[in-house]
């Protein structure tokens, strides 16, 4: 099992109850998802070549405790790189405007324990261990503002429990997939794009969907063809939510194996594995509630 | 019980508040306090999406939920008449003995899976595997039915009035399926077969009970073909 939420914002007003919204929908997800919990925030983007890193720092030695500042010191002096930092506990946003690749080669060779949990110039990634009402206190997750954004809770069954295999996954710049269920093809996924010199942080399922899509899009294809291509390559149970900078989009297997629910107001598009989450949102009761159908796409733009 | 915190409206109607009593008490005040010979009538305010609502009710009770319900809403319901005032999660009735369920929004996957007897009403659409295993109980669907619905069903009747998913009435054994619509496929062993005169009265008598108003003569037959009821060696996997 695990669970799944996604809220997108449609009047700008509301942007700054993002986090406070959405919230009660994470923690109503306890139930399906009680060992790891994360989200995705897409905000207003970063201007021209600047970048960010969601970087982690609970599997290095010191923890929470991370030198941070001390971080970005050494990017100055190493790289001549004026970067801004972000500190969250264990976990802090970087921000910089020079090549992504560059930062993270260097934080790879001076600190492999760091874990970047995405790269981008709009979205802004946490993750952890810990249940979701633990997590979502760590980092303040009532304050978080934003456009959209996508979170999930996880009660593992295909890989361990650690923060850096909880979800959303991340791959490229911008984009986030969290999932519920089990893919049967992950390795054949992986073998196919491993050759192509798409590397992997983990041996989970559903970091090789990620990456499959986030190749296709890559590739050329528009988010409706390259979820038209995971359909055919994809195999197994699945509820997909996925984010880019200006859109959600949510798609379930043939056998609707993983449940969804929507629920759409002039205010916003909530979705969730189940109505438990949304049963707090305001204006639900009058809202427009369906159930997604199995092998269809929903892309709603932010 | 006393400590139930319930609203009497009347002699024989009460309401509960799911925010304010919790749902176990409910489920319990429903199995333990209603004697043979009572036909009370419960309201149940602000489900919010909570699991089990009302499962297991053993009386000829009236339960009306108002809002969203959860997974198994009404499951193995005998005798009661559960009243849904929004949708329901899987599994809605499902495992029904006797009695009346009606989802007056959607109901999502496997509803009224193995009912044995009562009748199922949605109004809305159901999800996948509608009525699967069905054992005697019968459904109807005011909007369209998902994939792999009535699978192996083997007594009872099922009506829908949209269309239906693939592979609907996959491995059928003597469950009679009546659609207005049209399915997207048949599954195995499943065929359209003549509409008689006791089928036209069965789907207007169904209709009815449903609160629903189509002209029989709209709907079609689907049965099994049993040719799958013997194995046959020379199939070869075809069927």
Known sequence: MCGIVGLLVKKPALRQQLGELMVPMLIGMTERGPDSAGLAVFAEPLEGSGRKLSLYSGLTDDGADFNWHGLTHALKEHLDVNAQIEVKH???????EVSPDMVKRWLHENHPKLHVLSTGQAMDLYKDIGTPAQVAERYGFNAITGSHLVGHTRMATESAVTPDRAHPFTAGEDFCLVHNGSLSNPNSLRRMLEPRGIHFDTDNDTEAACRFLEWRLREGDDLETALQKGFEELDGFFTFLMGTPDKLALIRDPF???????????????????????????????????EPAPEEMYVWNA | MERIEAERITAERMSFDLTKTPLRDVNQFLHRNLKDGDDRHIEVQNPDGAHSIAVGLNHPVTVEIHGHAGYYAAGMNKHATVVVHGSVGTGVAENMMSGKVHVKGFASNGAGATAHGGLLVIDGDAGLRCGISLKGGDIVVGGSVGSFSAFM??????????NAGDALGDS???????????????????RFEPMTDDDYKTVGDLLKQAGMDHDPKSFKRIASARSLYHWNADANQEY
Not at chain 1, 263 to 276: G, L, P
Not at chain 2, 174 to 185: F, H, M, T
């Open chain 2, 172 to 190: 059928l054994y003597e469950a009679v399926i009546y659609i207005r619509g049209e399915p997207k496929s048949l599954g195995a062993d499943a």
């Open chain 1, 256 to 290: 609707a194996c993983k449940p969804a629910v929507v629920a759409e107001t002039d205010d916003y598009v909530a979705i969730a594995s189940e109505f438990r989450s949304l049963a707090h949102l305001p204006g639900v009761k009058n809202a427009y509630v369906f």
């Open chain 1, 90 to 96: 264990n976990h802090a946003v970087l921000s910089f």
């Open chain 2, 153 to 162: 069903a083997q007594a009872g009747r099922m009506v829908i009035c949209g």
